[in-house]
């Protein structure tokens, strides 16, 4: 699954307008125009080739985005002298599947009871605590496990099927 995949599906599954998708890219610190964010949304299939126009997210803009939609789900914080506080950096070594877990697990308070539930709702496969546990830690951490693409769909899916309805 691409990054440009993860946006369509977080765009469907909360209804998220391009002006909003905008907003969120500059509360994550980058810059794109309209123009970008549909050139990003276009879905191209694997064997296909992408058309001219279509923009490529990479990770640092889909961890951008997903910074931003944390933002604009729960408001800037700030520290105790007034200043704004940046949602936290990924390592670099995580898959964006992972980031993903993360941010939208920040961005939506969501607990890890209700991880499963979504993931459950999204693909009727039952995970434990632990597993999920795994895929939210530090890369460095021996009990690391890098997120597939299915429990990533799964989770998108049951996002869909909770926001959407």
Same mark, same amino acid.
């Given at each position: ?23 969120i890219f500059r509360l994550g610190g980058i810059g794109v125009t309209k123009d970008d964010v549909t050139n990003m949304l276009i879905k191209v299939k694997e ?14 803009? !889909? ?7 944390? &933002? ?6 700030? &520290? ?10 990924? &390592? ?7 980031? !993903? ?7 939506? =308070? ?6 499963? =539930? ?17 895929? !939210? ?21 049951? !996002? &869909? ?5």
């Amino acid at each position: 699954m691409t990054n440009n995949d993860i946006l369509i599906r977080l765009r469907y599954a909360f209804d998220i307008k391009n002006i909003d998708m905008i907003e969120i890219f500059r509360l994550g610190g980058i810059g794109v125009t309209k123009d970008d964010v549909t050139n990003m949304l276009i879905k191209v299939k694997e064997d296909d080739e992408a058309p001219e126009n279509y923009k490529k997210c990479n990770n640092k803009m !889909l961890e951008a985005f997903l910074n931003g939609f944390i &933002t604009f789900k729960r408001g800037p914080q700030h &520290t105790a002298e007034g200043e704004p506080v940046a949602p936290p950096k990924a &390592t670099g070594q995580e898959s964006s599947n992972n980031i !993903l877990f993360k941010k939208v697990k920040i961005a939506l =308070a969501l607990t890890s009871e209700d991880v499963i =539930a979504l993931i459950d709702d999204g693909g009727g496969i039952k995970v434990s605590k632990g597993e999920i546990g795994a895929i !939210l830690r530090n890369p460095s951490h021996k009990n690391y496990k890098e997120c597939g693409d299915s429990f990533a769909r799964y989770f998108l899916r049951g !996002l &869909t099927n909770k926001y959407r309805a």
